[in-house]
Every structure is written in structure tokens, then in C-alpha cells.
């Protein structure tokens, strides 16, 4: 959209809005155009939203997730087994296991997955805090729900040789999850079942 605009405001907020993911300079200037139209409160409420969101909401330090407070609501809940761990790439992932109601653990997010070619190594991942809460003694096992891609089958086995020295059971997800599939993508029936199907992770590699 090269047209031009009668304000340098209105410019300014469309360029703003097309810098977000998805979002090109027509539906940019659609959604400035709708802020226009709605009353001062509404855009006010809207700025003051994204401000808090990005100034206020912190990271759990225990499993990496986003929350509110220094530890999330998922790991401070006493009704969680905190000796089950998932292991997940991101904060979507999170989510969308939670959507199927199938786990009732706890989690931790590694921030991405080993990608050589994207330059992302073990050390870019939250792998060595994994590795401190099993050291502690509470876990008995750790689920490896990771991308069935060769990226993520490198990061599940990256992890699985740190955790060998201890004695927990390290699993990965059922491949009801096909190869090449990444976890947010996949429906929630059919990723609930590939946890609830888990298998040794020592039963799916030839050592």
C-alpha cells in the first residue's frame, strides 16, 4: 500500500501496526482507522493493556512460563503432580496442552529448540535449569513433548544424555503426533492421547 495519508499520526500508527506478525499496511490502517472510531477511554484501555503486558508479566522461575507473579499459577498449584515434568519448545505449546486437559504436571520451557542452521545451541535453551530441578530429587519423570522435526529429535536426545545420571524415566510423546509435525499445531484430541500414550525415550533410540 503505497497510498498517502492525510496525517502524519495516522502514518505513524499504521507503520507501528504493520510491524506486528500477519499484520499488512491494509489491515494496519483498518484497525487504525477503527481506533479512530471508537471514544478515547476504549483507546486508552487498549494502549494501557499492551503496556502493562510487556512491562508487568514476567517469567516463572521455576518452569519459564509466562505469569504474573515469580512463580506461575501452574507450578505454586498444590494440586499439580511436581514430580511429572513436561518439556515443551515454547509458551504456545503451554497452552495448548493445557487445552486438552489430559496433563496434570508441571512444566518447563525450553525457549526454542537446538537449530544449528538458525544458530541455536544448547547453551540459547533453558536445558541446564531443567537439569537443576531434576538434580533436587522431587522428579520422577520428564515428558520430552518437542516437534517431531529432526531439530527437535536432535534437542529430545541433547536432553535425555543430561538426564541419564539420574535415576527418573525420561519419555516422549506417542508419535500419534506425525513426523515433521510441530505441537502447536496439532489438534488437542489427538496431542491429549499422544501424552497419555508416552513411551521411554531409551525404547525409541537405538543406543
Same mark, same amino acid.
Given at each position: 500500500?503505497?497510498?498517502?495519508?492525510?496525517?502524519?499520526?495516522?502514518?505513524?500508527?499504521?507503520?507501528?501496526?504493520?510491524?506486528?506478525?500477519? &499484520? /499488512?499496511?491494509?489491515?494496519?490502517?483498518?484497525? +487504525? #482507522?477503527?481506533? @479512530? =472510531? %471508537? $471514544? &478515547? /477511554?476504549?483507546?486508552?484501555?487498549?494502549?494501557? +493493556? #499492551?503496556?502493562? @503486558? =510487556? %512491562? $508487568?508479566?514476567?517469567?516463572?522461575?521455576?518452569?519459564?512460563?509466562?505469569?504474573?507473579?515469580?512463580?506461575?499459577?501452574?507450578?505454586?498449584?498444590?494440586?499439580?503432580?511436581?514430580?511429572?515434568?513436561?518439556?515443551?519448545?515454547?509458551?504456545?505449546?503451554?497452552?495448548?496442552?493445557?487445552?486438552?486437559?489430559?496433563?496434570?504436571?508441571?512444566?518447563?520451557?525450553?525457549?526454542?529448540?537446538?537449530?544449528?542452521?538458525?544458530?541455536?545451541?544448547?547453551?540459547?535453551?533453558?536445558?541446564?535449569?531443567?537439569?537443576?530441578?531434576?538434580?533436587?530429587?522431587?522428579?520422577?519423570?520428564?515428558?520430552?513433548?518437542?516437534?517431531?522435526?529432526?531439530?527437535?529429535?536432535?534437542?529430545?536426545?541433547?536432553?535425555?544424555?543430561?538426564?541419564?545420571?539420574?535415576?527418573?524415566?525420561?519419555?516422549?510423546?506417542?508419535?500419534?503426533?506425525?513426523?515433521?509435525?510441530?505441537?502447536?499445531?496439532?489438534?488437542?484430541?489427538?496431542?491429549?492421547?499422544?501424552?497419555?500414550?508416552?513411551?521411554?525415550?531409551?525404547?525409541?533410540?537405538?543406543?
Amino acid at each position: 500500500m503505497n497510498q498517502k495519508l492525510p496525517s502524519v499520526l495516522l502514518e505513524n500508527a499504521v507503520n507501528e501496526l504493520a510491524s506486528l506478525p500477519g &499484520i /499488512g499496511k491494509k489491515t494496519a490502517l483498518r484497525l +487504525a #482507522l477503527y481506533m @479512530l =472510531r %471508537r $471514544d &478515547i /477511554g476504549y483507546t486508552e484501555s487498549f494502549a494501557s +493493556a #499492551l503496556v502493562s @503486558l =510487556r %512491562r $508487568d508479566v514476567v517469567y516463572c522461575k521455576k518452569c519459564h512460563n509466562i505469569s504474573d507473579h515469580e512463580i506461575c499459577s501452574i507450578c505454586s498449584n498444590p494440586a499439580r503432580d511436581h514430580s511429572l515434568i513436561c518439556v515443551v519448545e515454547n509458551i504456545k505449546e503451554v497452552m495448548v496442552i493445557e487445552n486438552t486437559g489430559q496433563f496434570k504436571g508441571v512444566y518447563h520451557v525450553l525457549g526454542g529448540i537446538i537449530s544449528p542452521m538458525d544458530g541455536i545451541g544448547p547453551g540459547d535453551l533453558q536445558i541446564n535449569s531443567l537439569v537443576e530441578r531434576v538434580a533436587k530429587g522431587e522428579v520422577k519423570e520428564v515428558i520430552l513433548a518437542l516437534s517431531t522435526t529432526m531439530e527437535g529429535d536432535t534437542t529430545n536426545f541433547f536432553i535425555y544424555r543430561k538426564l541419564s545420571p539420574y535415576s527418573i524415566q525420561v519419555s516422549v510423546i506417542a508419535r500419534g503426533v506425525s513426523i515433521g509435525d510441530e505441537i502447536e499445531y496439532t489438534d488437542e484430541v489427538t496431542l491429549g492421547r499422544s501424552i497419555q500414550n508416552r513411551t521411554s525415550f531409551n525404547d525409541s533410540i537405538k543406543i
